[in-house]
């Protein structure tokens, strides 16, 4: 079974900062990678995916990832924190295959806060 | 118009009841997913279904029960809810193994 790990359940920047949010996660085939945003009162927005394509990926919103196989990591950056960029975020990994392909698994979220 | 839509959005019900999510899509998709979402715990898979005469269980399948009417119809019902189960329910939908399209939720609170 895959696993996602998001360290750190709350992170908190000011406006114009770096904004790192880490993801590792468990997979013994290469996987396929999502970042979601789940702004409040809303459903989940797709900011960005890596599917074996190139290992940085660019997202919405200024965001990207960088796929790094040798540390089974896929951490979300964006150069410069916006007030509007306050939301939870979510890592999730496709599943490996068999029936089940296509499955996604979560990781537990992050909520992101943006200080003026 | 979404391309995913939930109802009801918000729903108070008592323990024991019998209630039933309602999940629709315009996307086309054959795949359809309910999960549940609980502070901390990231979503929950809980039922999936990748076309109308497939239907699978996800992690907590306990206590729940869906139906897929249709290739856009995917149903999911308590049939006696408990306290437990008070959480934020979001169906999504999938074409292959491409990212997923979530509707905007339902908030259940079991008394």
């Known amino acids: 079974a895959q696993s996602v790990t998001q360290l750190g359940s709350h992170v908190s920047v000011s406006e114009g900062a770096l904004v790192l949010l880490r993801c590792n996660y468990s997979?013994?085939?290469?996987?396929?990678l999502f970042w979601y945003v789940q702004y409040p009162n809303q459903g989940l927005q797709l900011l960005l995916k890596?599917?074996?394509?190139?290992?940085l990926v660019k997202g919405i919103n200024g965001f990207e990832a960088e796929f790094k196989k040798s540390e089974t990591s896929f951490h979300l950056t964006k150069p410069s924190a916006h007030m509007s960029d306050a939301a939870e975020y979510f890592c999730?990994?496709?599943?490996?295959?068999?029936?089940?392909?296509?499955?996604?698994?979560f990781g537990q979220g992050t909520i992101l806060t943006v200080h003026p | 118009d979404a391309d995913v839509t939930q109802t009801p959005r918000n729903r108070i019900t008592k323990t024991g009841k019998r209630i039933m999510l309602e999940c629709s899509q315009t996307k086309g998709h054959d795949r359809m997913y309910w999960y549940r979402q609980d502070p901390g715990l990231g979503l929950r898979l809980i039922y999936y279904s990748f076309d109308v005469k497939d239907i699978n269980k996800g992690e907590i399948s306990d206590g729940y029960s869906v139906s897929r009417q249709a290739q856009a119809k995917f149903s999911l019902s308590l049939e006696s809810a408990i306290p437990n189960q008070t959480a934020l329910y979001f169906c999504a939908t999938s074409d292959f193994r491409d990212e997923q399209y979530f509707g905007p939720g339902t908030r259940l609170t079991v008394t």
């Open positions: 999730a990994v496709s599943d490996e295959g068999g029936t089940s392909y296509g499955k996604l698994t």
């Open positions: 890596y599917t074996s394509a190139a290992t």
């Open positions: 997979s013994s085939v290469p996987p396929y």
